[in-house]
């Protein structure tokens, strides 16, 4: 087992964790010995990637567990959260992962049910899941929280004014955490990608030699990310080896912002 990162034997939760970067956390935490709670809404597919997991590893010593609930119901976000204590004792990472996009749309054109849907998961999902789990970290007066935002937050691309200005929103969380808790050993950070090769991607960009191509002639590092690119982000965030660091906003993104290429919005 790789322990380089010390997270082995801590407890993580991970939002959104059932496909794309949010199952690549769970993996790249679980397979280096930590204990993983993941949360995502589709039952079958929880239990199938839980299942997954737990046989790629089986001389890992950790524990990996899949709770249902969407991070936009609070009232189940505060039960899934009890459980989460109740089997696990306490949480030593949050991993606040779960966002989505919704159709495109001009600011005029933008439908409110449509700003609504996606500011209760990319917002108010962080929120309850940081409200119901801080309590333990406070208690045991240690815990690393990490948010993934988006380059979008100064790019301005998304499918609409909603998707950045939901993960800018996440910088005001992260900043209230380490004004409020640093002091009691809690620190927050936060990852920004750029073009990840994840479904949410790819129901924008299709799989393509072509799609492809173009996407990758973007990237002065010459391609997209994997979703493993941003777990070890979190990794490094999580373990001790980032213990003195806080409020930082780390940009993955292959130095697209960098040095701009050409223009399509993430
Ligand atoms: N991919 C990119 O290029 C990119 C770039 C920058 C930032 N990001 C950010 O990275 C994060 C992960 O993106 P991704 O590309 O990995 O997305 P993805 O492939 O669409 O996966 C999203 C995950 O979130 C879960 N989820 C969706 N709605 C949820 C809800 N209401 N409650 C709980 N879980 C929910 C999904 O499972 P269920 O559907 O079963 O709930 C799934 O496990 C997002 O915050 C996204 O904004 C992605």
């Known amino acids: 087992m790789d322990t380089s990162l010390h997270v082995a034997g801590k407890v993580m939760v991970v939002t959104g964790a059932t496909r794309g970067i949010g199952r690549a956390v769970a993996e790249a935490f679980y397979s280096r010995g930590a204990h993983v709670a993941m949360i995502a809404r589709n039952e079958s597919r929880g239990v199938r990637v839980q299942q997954e997991i737990l046989e790629a590893y089986p001389d890992v010593p950790g524990t990996c567990r899949f709770y249902p609930c969407s991070v936009s119901d609070s009232r189940a976000v505060e039960r899934t959260c009890c459980d989460i204590l109740s089997d696990f004792g306490h949480a030593d990472v949050l991993v606040l992962n779960a966002g989505i996009e919704v159709k495109p749309s001009s600011i005029a054109d933008t439908e409110i049910e449509d700003w609504k849907t996606l500011m209760s998961v990319n917002v108010d999902g962080a929120f309850y899941v940081i409200k119901h789990l801080i309590g333990s970290m406070e208690a045991r007066g240690s815990g690393s ?114 040095y701009r290429r050409s223009v399509v919005s993430t």
Not at 170 to 199: E, H
């Open 145 to 258: 929280i990490i948010f993934i935002s988006s380059v979008s937050t100064l790019s301005g691309g998304g499918t609409g004014m909603h998707y950045p200005a939901s993960k800018a929103a996440l910088q005001g969380m992260m900043a209230r955490i380490n004004y409020d808790l640093l002091p009691k050993g809690i620190r927050a950070n936060m990852i920004s990608p750029g073009l990840v090769d994840t479904p949410l991607l790819r129901r924008k960009y299709p799989d393509t030699p072509e799609t492809n191509a173009s996407l990758n002639a973007q990237i002065p590092m010459g391609r997209i990310a994997r979703p493993e690119d941003i777990a070890k982000i979190a990794l490094f965030l999580a373990s001790d080896l980032s213990g003195y660091v806080c409020g930082q906003n780390i940009t993955a993104d292959g130095g697209r912002s960098l």
